[in-house]
């Protein structure tokens, strides 16, 4: 397994893995408008963000195939936290160690490549299963934001995690 670079022919297989709306809010939350998302509207997005700096997107790839999606960014002025979002794994190989194995490479990418020393993320409360994952790689919750977003008739809270 390899973790690269994204590029912008990734954003079709990516999106290909999203099967409703609910699963596109619980990956971006409202960073893109309108459902379904073209792989224009991501590429777009992410060149923006590019122009502003200090934006990482990252893919996954093993065997040639891509399996996995995420992207870095530095929230604040102090370059050693490094947030990690927009985790996204193949949905047809998902339980099977991908979600680690990226986090592991993004964390390893980032301390090497872009000096971080502490990682941060946020994840939907209904997320169960990627909040296990984190869990899993070291990610500690320290902060629950309640009642954070809508969707439908859900209401979802946003777990703040940490690793050191």
Do not use: Q
């Amino acid at each position: 397994m390899i973790l690269r670079e994204y590029i912008e022919s990734d954003a079709k297989e990516i999106l290909s893995w999203i099967k409703s709306e609910r699963e596109l809010r619980l990956w971006s939350w409202e960073r893109y408008k309108d459902y379904p998302v073209t792989p224009k509207d991501i590429n777009d997005n992410y060149n923006e963000c590019k122009e502003k700096g200090e934006f990482y997107p990252m893919t996954l790839v093993d065997n040639e195939k891509i399996v996995g999606h995420l992207i870095l960014r530095y929230p604040t002025e102090d370059k050693t936290l490094v947030r990690i979002g927009f985790i996204i794994i193949n949905s047809d190989i998902r339980g099977k160690g991908y979600g680690k194995a990226i986090i592991n490479e993004a964390m390893k990418y980032a301390r090497e490549k872009l000096g971080a020393k502490k990682f941060c993320l946020g994840v939907f409360s209904p997320n169960e299963s990627a909040i296990h994952c984190y869990k899993s790689v070291g990610f500690k919750e320290v902060r629950v934001d309640k009642d954070v977003y809508k969707f439908n008739d859900e209401i979802w809270d946003c777990i703040e995690m940490e690793l050191e």
